[in-house]
Structure formats: C-alpha cells, structure tokens
C-alpha cells in the first residue's frame, strides 16, 4: 500500500513533507470522513461531485445514503440467515442453544 502511494499523480516522487494518507498531491486531509464518503462513492463509480461549498451535491448524498440503506439490508439478511442456520456471525461457527427451549428444540430439530 504504501509503495503505491510514493509517486504522485505525474509520476514524481513525493517529498518528506508528503502525507502517504493525505490526498492525490500529498497534501494533509483535514476531514478523513469526507475522503472515506468520497472513497465509497469511487468505489460504484460515482463521482465524487463537489458542489461551490466543498460538500457533496445531491446526487452523491443520495448515493450516499442508499449506501447505507444497503448496508443495512444486509445486516438483516445475514442476522436472520444465522439465526435460521443457527451459525454466529462474528465467528461462523455453528452455536449450540441458548435457552432452556431452544435445547429442547435443539434437540429435535437433530433427531430427523
């Protein structure tokens, strides 16, 4: 990663001031929230569109926003599809049952 960020946009060597995270030309970032936005916004090729104001414009913001509209779908697809195939997220192994019911259940569901 940081090999790929030595050189700047022409292809020269940036200096020992550089910033290796800053922007294009090596300048300091004052906000990383607005690069990382701009970041996921070049990520489904989409801008960034900067309106006079240095803020996103319309467009962006909506993309933005169904961004994490999709985000979240996807939480609740992968919380129910773990719930059913009773796998835990963060580790994705199988879980054994958390309650009283769920043991008798458990058991059960195992017998077919």
Not at 48 to 74: I, S, T, V, Y
Request: proline fraction near 6%; glycine fraction near 8%; charged fraction near 25%.
């Amino acid at each position: 990663m940081l090999d790929l960020r030595r050189h700047d946009p022409d292809g020269q060597q940036f200096g020992p001031n550089a910033y290796v995270f800053g922007n294009e030309v090596g300048e300091r970032l004052k906000n990383y929230q607005k690069a990382w936005s701009a970041l996921r916004l070049r990520a489904i090729a989409h801008g960034p569109h900067w309106g006079p104001n240095g803020r996103f414009l319309p467009c962006c913001r909506a993309k933005r926003e169904d961004l994490a509209e999709m985000k979240q779908n996807l939480r609740a697809v992968a919380t129910k599809a773990s719930q059913t195939a009773r796998i835990d997220c963060r580790t994705g192994f199988q879980r054994g049952p958390q309650s009283p019911q769920e043991s008798i259940l458990w058991a059960l569901s195992s017998v077919g």
